[in-house]
């Protein structure tokens, strides 16, 4: 911890302080912890909430999706680690039984309500965009709205395809779960900038149809389709110009709809 961060004793207002349990770094730039969860915290898997520390005796908060989904009893994220960040420079060293702070009330739009029912269920992601997929891939009420889920996963590097061995191994093992994931979820991990067997951005692989081939579905369709993206602004900016130009409609937390997106908030 430097200097400039304390040790957090009493939660301030607004925010709950939670343990951290278990930290595990994927890469140099790339980390997932867990903590405590309050058990009076109320959320929606896909939400996320702001967490931080205190730094100069004050909340230094930035919003993160929650990865864990709603039924858990602790509290997982994924973060990016910024060397001059003022927050992920200093949550990157957390470590267990440190505390955290976590606010108090869950937010977000990347929730299954404002979706209209449908066929396939589309999880556009790229880098820490994939957290709140996290969440939504482990809740039975995903699985019971529709026939696929498909978790198509974007990074630079094959080494940023966090979660990997677990949506492929533990995941499909599941006690709950492995039989819905086995049955209806595709995973369609993709890199970008190093050999990899499947490569290219999302936005490519949906104009061209590969993306739809490789999940082995019927094209992209504003009639039976539903898709959540997350990502950077630009990538958002651009998947949702390739929907809207299909005619899918962004829905909101009024008026479900054929597509939503949320930004993959993290960035310093
Ligand atoms: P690329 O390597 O071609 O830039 P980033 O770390 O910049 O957010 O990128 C994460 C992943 O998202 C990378 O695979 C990157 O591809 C991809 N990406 C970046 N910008 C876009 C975009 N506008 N549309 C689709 N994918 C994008």
Redesign the pocket.
Known sequence: MDTNTQPILTAPPGFFAEEVTWVHHWTESLFSFKCTRDATLRFTSGQFAMIGLMVDGKPLTRAYSMVSPAWEDHLEFLSIKVQNGPLTSRLQHIKVGERVLIGRKPVGTLIPDNLLPGRNLWFLA??T?LAPFMSLMRDPEVYDRYERIIVAH???EVK?LAYRDYITGELRDHELLGEMVQEKLIYLP????EPFPVQ?????RLETGEAEKQAGVAPLDPAHDRVMIC??E??????KALLEARGFIEGTNNAPGSYVLEK?FVTK
């Open positions: 790229t880098g965009g974007t990074v630079r940023e993709a890199v970008t900038r290219g951005r999302i936005t490519t990502g950077s630009a990538m958002n900016a651009d998947c993959a």
